[in-house]
């Protein structure tokens, strides 16, 4: 199962992680990184996905804007963004 986290009281990709283990140990769940990026809001309806992490490396940004979605579709635009280009995910 795929997770996507963000905290902005956690300045690191690895203390997200670790809160996340530790609120996940009671269920048995293994939880791995599969890199980092950040989470902005460009405007009070719209999302980039951008970035890496100095530790992991980037995320399959792609995949973090399609879940953002999912949960949040009340934003009219997620944009997902790595060295390959441009993504837009767009609500109809």
Known sequence: ?????GDRR???????????QR????LDCKVEP???????????RS???TGS????????HSKAAELIQRYFPFHDEITSSSDEGSQY????
């Not at 995910?89 to 109809?92: A, C, K, L, V």
């Open 1 to 5: 199962k795929l997770i996507v986290r």
């Open 10 to 20: 956690a300045p690191y990709h690895d203390d997200i992680l670790k809160h996340t």
């Open 89 to 92: 995910i767009t609500q109809s």
């Open 23 to 26: 609120e996940l140990a009671d």
């Open 53 to 60: 992490s100095s530790r992991y490396g980037q995320a399959e």
């Open 34 to 44: 599969l890199g980092g990026g950040s989470i902005c809001h460009t405007s009070a």
């Open 47 to 49: 999302m980039v996905v």
